[in-house]
């Protein structure tokens, strides 16, 4: 038995990181496709379900435009393997969000003029991590 | 000239330590006036305190309160005056309030408030303290566009007018966000890049030892095993080297 162990450990390093239950179905109502494996990956390091579920592996950011036609284009970006890292206190160097999802945006955009150069579609945040907050209204007030 | 640099440093970090706790406070006492609707005697003393300090988190929730009408009467153009007299001192929340009332306005043009935003998004994107003002600006630059198209008789704007505003602002927003990108994307690059070349020249070091380390006499301690309780480490010693092999020291 103990000579299993490290196969299973092997298994568990590859298999990564699966969406949990509810993701996966609030993920599968609007994306689909390429972008809904992109973002149900759970593949270690990169895979975006990997980061999302792994405090250590960056934290990652979705970005997604809605085709006329259907489907969509999408990209992600994490504060880990896309952004340099500034402004540590101690020992917390945790980006802004914000700062991961410009370079989310910039992706998606790159990628959208690549595939639908005419489309009037445009990127706009899809999820923080496993935090959907695509067309969940922002009630912006004094700060 | 120790205890004059030691004073120096006190003082320093008793400053720092005075503003996070005067900066602790104002969030506080925001909170409870804003969130809480707490009124108290003595939250006013405390804005009051504040106020007279000239910080500028104090003055700036005096004029949320006065837009708000809280406390005091209702004061749109108070209020205004005081986000814009606070965003000329670059207090990062007061210049958001300032666009924030500017986009409400149907008397303002709109090439006045969308610079505003930019700068805002720019200017707080890598900022820590402030970004979550960055991301409030894209969205009030989406939502000032649907305002303009509901306000459009009010603001003598025409559906063409609109359109152009919405895409200028989608393209310069994702022109920004590209060029953002790519400047990071540089300095990860080059970062690696480092990494790798002393990676790189520490591995060199390690085979140029390893190598001298071969050809050499072997030494008492470089052929030997480490000693310890592990007899596998302890191999050889003491009996020689029966198999005359290389032993790496462990």
């Known amino acids: ?143 | 000239m120790f205890s004059l640099s030691f004073n120096k440093g006190a003082f320093f970090i008793l400053l720092v330590l005075s503003i996070n706790i005067f900066a602790a406070e104002c969030e506080d006492l925001k909170h409870k006036i804003l969130e809480q609707k707490n009124t108290s005697h003595e939250n006013l003393e405390k804005l009051n305190k504040g106020i007279q300090t000239e910080n500028l988190c104090y003055k700036n929730l005096m004029g949320v309160m006065l837009y708000e009408g809280i406390y005091f009467p209702k004061d749109v153009n108070r209020s205004e005056e005081i986000f814009y007299d606070l965003s000329n001192k670059n207090y990062p929340e007061s210049q958001f309030n300032f666009a924030l009332l500017l986009t409400q306005k149907t008397n303002i043009a709109p090439d006045k408030v969308i610079p505003l935003l930019f700068g805002i998004y720019a200017t707080y994107l890598s900022d820590n303290e402030n970004s979550h003002l960055a991301s409030k600006s894209r969205i009030l630059l989406d939502q000032y566009v649907v305002t303009l198209r509901n306000e459009k008789t009010r603001r003598s704007l025409s559906d063409q007018e609109i359109d152009a505003i919405d895409i200028k602002i989608h393209d310069s927003l994702t022109k920004y966000n590209i060029d953002y990108a790519a400047q990071k994307q540089q300095i990860v690059i080059e970062n690696r890049e480092r990494t790798d070349a002393i990676m790189a020249f520490i591995g060199i070091g390690l085979i140029a030892y390893n190598l001298s380390s071969i050809g050499s006499t072997p030494s008492p301690s470089a052929g030997a095993a480490s000693s310890g309780p592990n007899p596998w480490f302890n191999y050889g010693q003491g009996f020689g080297n029966p198999l005359n092999l290389y032993q790496f020291g462990l």
């Open chain 1, 1 to 143: 038995m103990k000579k299993l162990y490290p196969i299973l450990i092997l298994i568990l390093l590859l298999t990564g990181c699966a969406a949990p239950g509810h993701i996966k179905e609030e993920a599968s109502k609007l994306l689909s496709g390429e972008c809904l494996e992109l973002f149900l990956n759970g593949t270690p390091n990169q895979g975006y379900q990997y980061q999302a579920q792994s405090p250590a592996a960056g934290n990652p950011v979705f970005a997604f435009a809605k085709l006329e036609r259907g489907g969509g284009v999408c990209a992600k970006a994490d504060d880990l393997w896309d952004l340099p890292k500034h402004n540590c206190k101690g020992f917390n160097c945790d980006l802004p969000w914000e700062e991961i999802e410009a370079v989310a945006l910039a992706r998606c955009e790159v990628h959208l003029k690549k595939v639908e150069p005419n489309s009037s579609a445009r990127c706009k945040i899809y999820a923080r991590g496993n935090n959907i907050v695509w067309d969940k209204d922002v009630q912006l007030k004094l700060q």
